[in-house]
C-alpha cells in the first residue's frame, strides 16, 4: 500500500507539494502507523488544509477524465443510432451537460482563488512558478471544457 498523502514541501527527495508519494507506508516521513506525526508532517497537513487547491484540482482533473470518456462514447452513439430513439445516448447527453456546467463552475471557483492569491501576495506564499502552474491549470481546464 502506497502512501496516500501529498508529500511535504521540506521532505528529503519527497515530491512536491500536490503530488503523491509514492513510497510505501511504513517508509513515509508523512505518516507512521496510518496516522501522520511529527514535525514535518504537521506543517505540510497545516499548509495543506489551508489551501484546499490542491484537493479542488484533483477533483476537476478526474470529473474531465470521466467527462472526455462519457464524450467518446456520446460521438460513437451519434454516429451509429438514432438519437431521438435511443435512452442511453439522451441519458449520457444530460449527464454530460450537468457534468460540463459543474465542471465550468469549478473552473471558475479556481480562477477566483488564483485572483485572490495574486492580489495577495504577501498572505499566500506562494512562489511565481507555482502561481503560474495554476494559471496553466485553469487555462488547460477551462479550454477542456470548451472543447467539449
Not at 15 to 38: D, L, V
Not at 53 to 68: H, T
Request: aromatic fraction near 6%; include cysteine.
Amino acid at each position: 500500500k502506497f502512501c496516500p498523502r501529498p508529500a511535504g514541501p521540506s521532505a528529503p527527495g519527497a515530491p512536491r507539494i500536490g503530488t503523491r508519494c509514492t513510497r510505501r507506508a511504513a517508509q513515509c516521513p508523512m505518516q507512521s502507523g496510518g496516522a501522520a506525526e511529527g514535525p514535518l508532517a504537521s506543517a505540510a497537513m497545516t499548509y495543506l488544509a489551508a489551501d484546499p487547491y490542491y484537493l479542488a484540482r484533483e477533483e476537476i482533473e478526474a470529473a474531465l477524465l470521466r467527462v472526455q470518456d462519457m464524450h467518446r462514447e456520446w460521438k460513437q452513439l451519434f454516429q451509429r443510432e438514432n438519437t431521438a430513439r435511443s435512452r442511453r445516448f439522451q441519458s449520457l447527453h444530460a449527464e454530460i451537460c450537468g457534468d460540463l456546467r459543474q465542471l465550468d463552475s469549478d473552473v471558475q471557483d479556481i480562477s477566483a482563488a488564483n485572483r485572490i492569491v495574486v492580489a495577495n501576495r504577501d498572505r499566500f506564499q506562494l512562489d511565481n512558478a507555482e502561481i503560474e502552474s495554476r494559471k496553466g491549470f485553469e487555462s488547460k481546464s477551462r479550454a477542456t471544457v470548451k472543447e467539449i
